[in-house]
């Protein structure tokens, strides 16, 4: 792989620089990892340019730059990279190197999600339960926060398990609800612990009041008088 890259070839190129960021069989070097993504996304290889793009965003190799973030993430995203149009969208949607667009954040998320990127679809959801930017419209939150917990998104999983909880965007069904607040929670979703606390909580104080209130409607038992 390391000759591939020295002579040239991006993909190559590309997963060398993967090998160093993770230190999978080479010694982990950031810094070496952006210097190979750097020569891949170069020539236009549309993945090494998001890993580009995601060291500068977290600074990982080389300083943190948003502006050198946003630029790298682009080229990748026009390139259709489901992962840098996600990207794209966050920094559109913080206003992180690129002024804040909550317009072009849902457009690149949207993109990313129809490739089917969880973390996009997730955030899309978000976007159509509260009605920013888009109409506010459940049904549509509801079917990009399954694709999303389908995939093991724990947020998603947590919000679509409130829609089933309130009946937004679905037919109420606590029992639903509370299957998706049991995956997230198993992926450490504070929120979906949260609600399944309270769910068991709910649960316990409605068999102590039926417990009770069977006491009361037994008969006490009387000794005959001898």
């Not at 890259?5 to 070496?32: K, S």
């Not at 849902?106 to 129809?114: D, G, S």
């Not at 955030?123 to 509801?142: I, R, S, W």
Request: charged content about 20%; some cysteine; aromatic content about 10%.
């Amino acid at each position: 792989m390391r000759q591939a890259a020295g002579e040239g070839d991006p993909q190559a190129q590309c997963y060398l620089g993967v090998c160093f960021q993770t230190g999978q069989g080479v010694t982990q070097d950031n810094q070496e990892a952006v210097k190979w993504f750097r020569r891949a996304a170069e020539q236009g290889d549309p993945v090494a340019q998001c890993y580009l793009g995601v060291c500068y965003l977290h600074g990982s190799g080389v300083p943190q730059e948003f502006g050198e973030a946003a630029k790298w993430l682009r080229e990748a995203a026009e390139q259709s990279d489901p992962a840098a149009q996600f990207n794209l969208g966050v920094l559109y949607e913080t206003g992180q190197g690129v002024p804040q667009n909550y317009v072009e954040a849902v457009k690149w998320y949207r993109e990313a999600a129809e490739r089917g990127y969880p973390a996009a679809q997730f955030n899309l959801g978000v976007f159509y339960e509260t009605g920013q930017v888009v109409p506010q419209n459940f049904t549509e939150a509801v079917k990009w926060y399954r694709m999303a917990a389908e995939q093991e998104c724990a947020p998603a999983q947590c919000n679509l398990g409130l829609c089933y909880q309130t009946g937004r965007g679905v037919e109420q069904n606590q029992q639903e609800a509370l299957k998706w607040f049991i995956r997230a929670a198993r992926q450490g979703d504070k929120t979906a612990q949260h609600n399944l606390g309270l769910h068991y909580a709910e649960m316990e104080i409605k068999e102590a009041e039926a417990a009770e209130a069977a006491a009361k409607e037994s008969p006490e038992s009387t000794t005959p008088a001898g």
